[in-house]
């Protein structure tokens, strides 16, 4: 079953998240608060999204997702920012039917993309992604300004 993630879902979020993190061998990274979360997600004018899988009644993975627009079609997208699935539960259909409900939303509200990034070591999710008939962006490096860079650009520096 997938639904739209509650307030009282934070706390699980946060654990997904710390363990995608853990997974992606960068649990130091994360500072996320379920504070955070929870104005993030269901706050006045909330900006990111979240779906959760469960199993019978249990949540066992989660999406967390954000609108972005293509100027180019002149239409909003989805871009996911996490897919995550409990190890134990993996291989049971949990991420493909959150994919198949973000993909629904997509259509549904004549979104014109719904896009992701994988890290290039991630073989299973790539080979996943692949069979679902999404196609790689090769030709694109994404770029990240953090810390002390995006502050001294954001002072003209």
Do not use: C
Not at 82 to 90: A, E, W
Not at 120 to 142: C, H, M, R, S
Request: net charge negative; aromatic share 12%; charged share 25%.
């Amino acid at each position: 079953m997938i639904r739209p993630a509650a307030p009282d879902d934070v706390p699980t979020i946060l654990r997904f998240i710390r363990d995608l993190a853990e997974y992606e061998h960068a649990a130091h990274e994360v500072e996320a608060t379920e504070d955070d979360l929870t104005r993030s997600l269901f706050g006045d004018d909330p900006k990111a999204f979240a779906h959760l899988a469960e199993q019978d009644g249990v949540p066992v993975g989660f999406a967390l997702w954000f609108l972005n627009y293509s100027t180019w079609t002149g239409r909003h997208g989805i871009y996911l920012e996490d897919l995550y699935v409990t190890p134990s539960v993996r291989g049971g259909g949990h991420g493909r039917a959150l994919l198949v409900e973000l993909a629904k939303i997509t259509v549904e509200r004549g979104y014109s993309r719904f896009e992701w990034s994988v890290l290039d070591w991630n073989e299973p999710a790539i080979g996943f992604y692949k069979a679902l008939g999404a196609v790689a962006q090769d030709e694109w490096t994404g770029f990240r300004l953090t810390g002390d860079a995006l502050k001294r650009l954001a002072t003209g520096s």
